[in-house]
């Protein structure tokens, strides 16, 4: 089996925090991803999944010269950001577009799905 990452990207310019959201909005939501979730247990395709505080909370370290560099804010600035993400296990890349048809709808929002690299022999 092969893991993969389905992730959940926000816009900066659209999405609102969970915090932010009407309950009403946001609890119909919560529920969808809770069942998904559930099904992803049941199958045996979860690994770990989780949600992302806000970009805004980032810290970025670069420790690639004399020195760590550590600054307030997200590495990479630009409208989409990650703003969570599942680890699944799935037979190939067919499986884990159908486990990702079923993310996008459960959270409303648009996922990728990129397969995690072998290990080295």
């Known amino acids: 089996m092969t893991q993969y990452m389905i ?12 915090e932010s959201m009407d309950p009403a909005v946001i609890q119909p939501i919560i529920n969808a991803v809770d069942a998904f979730n559930a099904r992803l247990r049941a199958k045996g395709a979860w690994v770990f999944a989780g949600g992302l505080h806000p970009i805004q909370t980032a810290t970025t370290v670069d420790n ?12 990479h600035q630009g409208e989409e950001y990650l703003g969570g993400f599942w680890v699944i296990e799935a037979a190939g890349r067919d ?10 709808k459960a959270c409303a929002g648009v996922v990728e799905v990129r397969a995690f690299q072998d290990e080295p022999a």
Do not use: C, K, Y
Not at 7 to 18: F, G, I, K, L, R
Not at 98 to 104: D, G, I, P
């Open 95 to 104: 499986e884990a577009l159908e486990w990702a048809r079923q993310a996008s």
């Open 64 to 75: 690639t010269g004399d020195g760590a560099v550590v600054t307030d804010g997200p590495a």
């Open 7 to 18: 992730s959940v990207s926000h816009n900066t310019a659209e999405a609102p925090t969970m």
